[in-house]
């Protein structure tokens, strides 16, 4: 069970940022991202990890010096893997490129070996993970073309849902051989507004013996449904699964943007920022029997600065000058319901 309410951001973009020359202000003040993010309640970070990135960030020596930073800031600290070198999401899960040709007993081992060796290495320096995310999204599977799911309007395939349930069970395994039940294993689909998909998955994975913790969801408004049909699912998924759900990623524009594949429009203004991320801390927070254990917002710190983040700087809880928006202070908890 999670202690407490995680709120809190991925900055996994952060150390690029800064060293290509990002500042990060509240009222006119230069300070620390992360000081300031966590001035306005936030107590928990998620880091993204990919095996062998081209550039060198979110690789495991960056995700260790990350760590350090932010266990001595005092934060809650996610390891989110995506088993892979670079994106992995609902419309990509590529391979690490060293297990491309690998056979498939060999592909679980190497899960199996990479989150071990990640989760160790990071409690050896003495920063441990306090939750894992083993793969990303993975609502359409992971590392494919072995790990390949199918999704609830594609004809079923038992035998792709074995093959992804051994390649989780390996990442989930590795993490209980290394924290035990210390660490939170939470399995992460991006169903924020789709009850119907979210239970198809779940079904299959418990149905296969996946053994986990929480259950993380990403919800973006206009990809995944309305804030009604996203707390509907969360009131459903309390109850029908009774495990811990915490929203591991969400954001909402500040200024005019157009997402790519976008089902809907949203207002975009830094008023209407702080309304949506009060509406989700809210929706989260009143799950009934307590188990909505935390939000997370997607790169709060992606400000404008040479080539990244690319297209995410309107999505950021700072402006394009680096200085704070008032939606950060929806992640201040302290005194809203729970």
């Known amino acids: 069970m999670i202690q407490g309410f995680w709120s809190g951001a991925d900055v996994s973009f952060l150390d690029e940022i800064e060293n290509k020359g990002g500042k990060f202000f509240d009222e006119s003040q230069e300070d620390d991202c ?27 020596d960056n995700t260790l010096r990350m760590a350090k930073r932010l266990k001595n800031l005092g934060f809650v600290l996610g390891i989110d893997f995506h088993y892979s070198d670079w994106w992995a999401d609902p419309g990509k899960q590529y391979k690490p490129k060293a297990w491309e040709n690998l056979p498939f007993d060999a592909l679980v081992q190497s899960v199996y070996d990479f989150t071990y060796e990640v989760l160790d290495r990071l409690r050896q320096q003495g920063t441990p993970a306090n939750f894992v995310q083993v793969g990303n999204e993975v609502t359409y599977g992971m ?31 590795a993490a209980r051989d290394c924290q035990g039940q210390d660490v939170n294993v939470l399995l992460h689909i991006d169903r924020g507004g789709d009850n119907a998909g979210a239970r198809f998955f779940l079904d299959h994975v418990l149905s296969e ?19 009604q049909e996203f707390e509907s699912n969360l009131h459903d998924l309390a109850s029908r699964y009774q495990k811990d759900l915490v929203l591991v990623e969400t954001a909402y524009p500040w200024t005019e943007v157009h997402p790519e594949n976008a089902l809907t429009t949203v207002d975009a203004s830094a008023a209407q920022q702080k309304v949506f991320l009060e509406t989700v801390m809210d929706i989260v927070q009143r799950v009934p029997g307590g188990l909505g254990k935390g939000v997370f917002y997607w790169e709060p710190d992606a400000i404008p600065v ?10 950021s809880l700072f402006d394009s000058e680096g200085r704070v928006l008032p939606g950060v202070e929806a992640f201040n908890t302290s005194e809203r319901h729970q």
């Open 143 to 173: 590392l494919w073309e072995d790990g390949r799911l199918p999704g609830p309007n594609e004809d079923d395939d038992a035998e792709a849902w074995k093959r992804f349930s051994r390649l989780m069970s390996s990442g989930v395994r």
């Open 34 to 60: 992360l000081a300031i993010l966590q001035r306005y309640g936030m107590n928990a970070i998620r880091l993204r990890i990919w095996n062998n990135p081209k550039d060198g960030y979110c690789s495991l």
């Open 209 to 227: 013996g996946v053994e986990f913790d929480s259950i993380g969801l990403s919800y973006y408004p206009w990809w995944h449904g309305s804030m």
């Open 306 to 315: 040479g080539e990244s983040p690319a297209g995410w700087s309107k999505m």
